[in-house]
């Protein structure tokens, strides 16, 4: 099977009034993990349903390895999907699932059953096409949803929230199951999911979401290390927010005036002095010592064992603050009050705009 790329050239999609995607262009190479990372309703099954061929763009063109795809239906694109609902046959043996798309396209018994076998194998499911659907567990059905998926051979796999039925453990167990089966097939897979531990574990590249737009476009340690919008700041991983006006400006160094005094951090983007800004530092970013760049005096309200790291709650001028450090002897004896600093390369400094949660 061979990937093919996916291109969006300013794909809008409304749905009688109210805009679902705004003019949207997005690159996503021939074999590449893609992820599409946002809250729910911010239009990312919207957006597979564009490249799948369900719905047509209400502007913009869809292109699969260079061809546009307008007028195409799903069935004339090299496209497969899985929705999150796998909706395997449940009477139908797991090779009859496997090999059911075969049929239509006019491949004989013997020959559907042999491939239908194959896949089973590529998924890691060797020996179980005699089984009924309901005689396996929740990963191993997802896995042969994924192998029905490409009996057809797609270039593209489009995967909506497949794994949101699964319980954590296995949810957890079938990130690497994914990941390790997109690189046997070597096809694209574009991944769709709110939880950011998926898309962060297993992507290339991750495209983050929100109302109808996307914010960012990135590696995933890109995403987490340098978001470039307050909300992918705040969507993905816990951030420390401090609003503030800045004061001065000197390369991409930011001087903010905040509720716990002045603090440099390095500017996100065009910032005027006098513009209400947003500070944002990392809970593991934050010393409980005095000695980076930017402190603060605060007071400890509660402390939660997470295992191997530990989370603090503190509290300054009103605001809360979170520090999560490692689990060890200096994350025991925490006094009541304590000077918490950061450096100024751990805080970026972002004009105000909206958050994750509000
Ligand atoms: N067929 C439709 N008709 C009208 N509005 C629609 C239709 N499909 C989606 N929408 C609207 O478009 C927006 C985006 O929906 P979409 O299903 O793409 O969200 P999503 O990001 O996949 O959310 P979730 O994570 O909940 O699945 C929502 O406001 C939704 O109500
Ligand atoms: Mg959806």
Redesign the pocket.
């Known amino acids: 099977m061979r990937g093919k790329d996916v291109r969006l050239d300013q794909v809008a999609?409304r749905?009688?009034g109210?805009t679902?995607?705004h003019p949207t262009s997005l690159a996503i190479e021939a074999g590449e993990f893609f992820s599409?990372l946002?809250?729910?309703?911010?239009?990312?099954?919207?957006?597979?349903?564009a490249i799948s061929g369900f719905?047509e763009p209400s502007e913009g063109r869809v292109l699969l390895g260079g061809e546009d795809m307008a007028g195409k239906g799903p069935n004339e694109r090299p496209t497969a999907l899985i929705f999150?609902n796998l909706a395997l046959f449940p009477l139908m043996s797991v090779a009859e699932n496997v090999a059911f798309g075969l049929e239509a396209r006019g491949v004989g018994r013997r020959e559907r059953l042999a491939r239908a076998e194959e896949l089973l194998d590529l998924v890691a499911l060797g020996g179980f096409g005699g089984k009924k659907p309901a005689d396996l567990s929740g990963g191993q059905r997802q896995r042969v949803a994924i192998a029905r998926a490409l009996a057809v051979e797609p270039s593209v796999l489009l995967l909506?929230?497949p794994l949101s039925a699964l319980d954590l453990k296995l949810r957890q167990h079938m990130r690497t199951e994914l990941r390790a089966i997109q690189k046997r097939v070597g096809i694209t897979f574009i991944y769709?999911?709110?939880d950011q531990g998926e898309a962060l574990a297993m992507s290339d590249r991750v495209a983050v979401?929100s109302r109808?737009r996307i914010e960012q476009v990135a590696a995933a340690d890109t995403i987490y290390a340098d978001p470039a919008t307050p909300f992918v700041s705040t969507f993905v991983g816990e951030q420390n927010v401090l609003p503030g006006t800045l004061v001065s400006l000197a390369k991409d160094e930011a001087t903010v005036d905040t509720p716990v005094g002045r603090v440099t951090g390095r500017a996100k983007g065009d910032l005027a002095p006098g513009a209400a800004v947003l500070v944002m530092v990392r809970p593991e970013r934050m010393a409980l010592d005095g000695r980076r760049e930017n402190s603060l005096t605060a007071r400890l309200t509660a402390r939660h064992l997470e295992g191997a790291s530990v989370n603090l709650d503190f509290e300054a001028k009103g605001r809360r603050f979170l520090v999560v450090m490692p689990n060890g002897p200096a994350a025991r004896d925490i006094p009541d009050e304590v000077t918490l600093s950061f450096g100024r390369t751990d805080a970026l400094v972002y004009a105000e705009g909206p958050l994750a949660n509000g």
């Not at 729910?40 to 349903?49: A, D, N, V």
């Open positions: 999609i749905f009688g109210s679902a995607v599409i946002g809250p729910s309703g911010c239009g990312k099954t919207t957006i597979l349903r719905i999150q909506d929230e769709i999911t709110h979401m109808g």
